[in-house]
């Protein structure tokens, strides 16, 4: 379970409150108007940001003041998903083994990971002469070897055309089927495709997460505002 | 990234004592230098004539390099022609250039014997002296016309295409141009280009140490070198630092409060499209103005390349081991360079908005003055050891410390683009320590890092500062060397080893600059 307890969170003017909870295995997509604090609220559910007050708690446990690295979330970013100095392998070994020269167990766990997004064969590429989709499903490849029960996902496959998209959201929903998914998108369709939970953040507030369904079929205020 | 409150990490810790170490450094050695001054001591006539010299030929030579830097700025600005980046990059060799080489080429052209003197006594005038005055005056304008042709250049970029276009629609002339668009940004480029020239004409100790020197030409550097190894008057040398040292902070702290940056700033091969100025005589004035800027800047080090080159074989074993000798400085103040940079550009992009802080520190070197800090250390080592023996590690180290600065303008953007763009990405994989700097930062960094060392290793090869405090005979270095073959009048090996410093600093520019940032991804 993701408790997000009582969370306060401010910087100048803005002011961030959340307070809600996602069962194991539950997929989020969190959507709101542009500076509502959709990308705050997974900074510091990630520990990139640190709450003025309240906690986040993985199966009861408070994070605290855990670095973001010794979190057991995952994430990716919106962009900047890849080093791209460096080649596909290691970039994805990078995600089990975070030393200056990645551990042979991490590699081969790489090269695997790599195989289940269509990426065999690409190990010794630099992500430079990847298409936009292939270097999606690398940085996904890592996702999968950090092995992290918690992903955060902060618009993550904006860059990519709608048809991609979808396909790369059905290769998350496919080879992470338990892990505890929070996504960002501007996108209702992603939503509905993707998202067994809704949170809907505007101007600093949280809502309670509400099914797909639901929420879609009774929007009411900002909701309905924002969606039409 | 706002609200971190994790603990600092050891790397951070390093960074922070690095660029602690900086002020702690300055403090001590101008501790030492105040505690040694005599208080009440008073100013001689000749500590007089030195603090007006300094004063006056640093006023002089700012006002004369930026003078004639405007014209030269003018005509790149609005002039397209074959080579023209080439020059433009040029203009940014003198900061490499090893001061003692371009005095032996100034020499060369100004000198008793050079190609001036050649002119003058074949139309019956008499010869004229580069030493003195009006030499160390001469070989100021040498180094700083290039630098503030730059800053004025930049100036000229900085005026939007579109004011030019304006401009042409509204018939304006090169004197309606001026007057309305380049007046106006002369008004701000020129007050910090002066102030910064003026800052580094008031530390060149080598310019006053090879081409000074007597009652009438002594700045306070050169009388403080003269105190310790003439005179052997510590209290008089801790005194005259003192004086240095205020001297030093009021123009700095002047130069900093108003001065522009002077910046590496990519661009400025870029021609400004100009529609006034197309006639004839502006054309012939913008290239003969362009021509004699070039020729003053590319004879002198020409010179040495040709005199020079043919007489490096026939060196004298002493100026071989002097070149080890520099090498040996030059690569251990390189090392010190690169990992205080990279500890104080990791700490200052880890620590949020305490990091100018950090930065500060490390840049503060920047007002030092080596010979200062020679004085100090020597004061301080004299009491316990002889100084001498210490000569070529202090070398490296002021000499790490004074290009310090350099380094950091360099690092410590890329190190925040880094960190923009990738740093919570290592942050959420848990990369962090050695694993970070090897697979991230280094290879990531590897071309600013490269040119920071470059500028490093070549600044340090080419010194001759707190070499000529402390070096006994047997430990000279190269630019002390050929400082010692020019006072002996072995012009001969004089002007080989001039040639072989030249081309060993730009060498190793070139190793540093090309071997570490060689294939670096952008």
Redesign the interface.
């Known amino acids: 379970m993701l408790t997000i307890e009582h969370l306060r ?1 401010q ?1 100048d003017e803005f002011e961030l409150a959340a307070d809600f909870s996602l069962a194991e295995g539950t997929r989020a997509a969190i959507i709101g108007p542009s500076g509502g604090g959709k990308s705050t609220l997974l900074s510091l559910i ?5 709450p ?1 007050k309240g906690r986040v708690l993985w199966d009861g446990e408070d994070m605290g ?1 855990l ?4 979190r057991p ?3 990716l ?1 919106q962009d ?2 890849i ?4 080649d596909i392998l ?1 970039n994805v070994a ?2 089990a083994s ?3 020269w990645p551990a042979a167990a991490a590699m081969e766990r790489a090269r695997e990971a790599l195989s289940q997004v269509g990426l065999a064969g690409f190990e010794g590429r ?1 992500p ?1 002469v990847l298409s936009g989709g292939q270097q999606s499903r690398a940085a996904l490849a ?1 996702i999968l070897v ?1 092995e992290r029960p918690v992903v955060l996902m902060d618009e993550p496959f904006a860059a990519l055309g709608p048809a991609m998209r979808a396909e790369m959201l059905e290769l998350v929903v496919r080879l992470l089927p338990e892990a505890t998914i929070l996504m960002v998108t501007h996108d209702p369709e992603d939503a509905k495709r993707f998202a067994t939970q809704v949170l809907f953040v505007n101007e600093g507030l949280v809502s309670l997460p509400t099914g797909p369904a639901e929420f879609f079929a009774h929007p009411e205020g900002a909701v309905a505002e924002y969606l039409s | 990234m706002a609200g971190r409150a994790q603990p600092l990490s050891a790397s951070t810790w390093l960074g922070i004592a690095a660029a602690a170490a900086i002020p702690l450094l300055i403090l001590t050695t101008s501790a030492a230098v105040v505690l040694k001054a005599e208080a009440g001591r008073g100013f001689s006539a000749a500590d007089w004539a030195a603090i007006q010299f300094t004063i006056w030929q640093a006023a002089l030579s700012a006002g004369i390099s930026v003078a004639l830097a405007i014209p030269v700025a003018r005509a790149l600005a609005r002039r397209r022609f074959p080579g023209r980046g080439v020059l433009i990059t040029l203009l940014g060799a003198p900061f490499l250039l090893p001061v003692i080489v371009a005095i032996f080429g100034l020499v060369a052209m100004f000198g008793r014997n050079g190609i001036l003197n050649g002119l003058l006594t074949g139309l019956g005038f008499e010869p004229i002296s580069i030493y003195g005055a009006h030499g160390v005056v001469l070989a100021h304008v040498f180094f700083n016309l290039p630098l503030a042709t730059r800053l004025s250049l930049q100036g000229w970029q900085a005026i939007p295409g579109e004011r030019m276009r304006l401009a042409a629609t509204l018939g304006m002339g090169p004197a309606a141009v001026a007057r309305h668009l380049e007046l106006p940004m002369l008004a701000r480029v020129v007050p910090g280009a002066l102030l910064i020239i003026f800052v580094i004409c008031t530390t060149s100790f080598a310019v006053a140490l090879t081409l000074g020197g007597g009652p009438r030409a002594t700045t306070v550097e050169l009388a403080i070198y003269q105190a310790l190894r003439f005179e052997f008057d510590l209290s008089r040398a801790a005194y005259l630092s003192v004086i240095q040292l205020g001297i030093a902070a009021v123009a700095a702290f002047i130069a900093l409060k108003f001065a522009t940056t002077p910046g590496f700033g990519p661009g400025l091969d870029r021609a400004q499209r100009r529609w006034d100025a197309q006639g004839l005589w502006h054309r012939v004035f913008d290239f003969a103005v362009i021509g004699i800027a070039a020729l003053f800047l590319l004879l002198p080090v020409a010179s040495v390349l040709l005199d020079g080159l043919p007489r490096i074989l026939q060196l004298p074993e002493p100026v071989w081991i002097a070149t080890l000798r520099s090498l040996l400085v030059a690569l251990a103040s390189t090392v010190l360079v690169v990992v205080a940079t990279i500890a104080i550009a990791t700490a200052a992009t880890s620590v949020g908005p305490r990091s100018r802080y950090i930065e500060g520190a490390g840049l503060l070197a920047i007002a030092a003055s080596p010979l200062v800090l020679g004085t100090g250390l020597f004061i301080i080592l004299f009491p316990v050891i002889d100084p001498s023996r210490l000569a070529l590690p202090i070398t490296a180290l002021v000499n790490a410390v004074v290009t310090l600065p350099f380094a950091l303008r360099v690092m410590i953007p890329a190190m925040q683009t880094f960190e923009a763009d990738f740093g919570r990405l290592s942050d959420s994989l848990n990369i962090r320590g050695w694993a970070r700097l090897r697979l991230l930062v280094l290879p990531r960094l590897r071309r600013p890092l490269g040119f920071a060392a470059g500028i490093a290793a070549a600044l340090s090869m080419g010194d001759l500062g707190v070499i000529a405090l402390f070096a006994d005979p047997e430990t000279a270095t190269l630019p002390l060397q050929i400082f010692r073959l020019m006072g002996a009048y072995r012009m001969d090996d004089a002007s080989g080893a001039a040639a072989l410093l030249l081309i060993v600093s730009f060498a190793l520019f070139w190793v540093f600059d090309r071997g570490i940032g060689r294939d670096a991804d952008d």
Do not use: E, Q, S
């Open positions: 969170f910087r990630a520990g990139f940001d640190l003025d003041l670095a973001p690295g010794k979330i995952a994430v970013f900047n998903n080093f791209p100095h460096l290691t990078l995600g975070p030393r200056a630099k430079g890592r950090t």
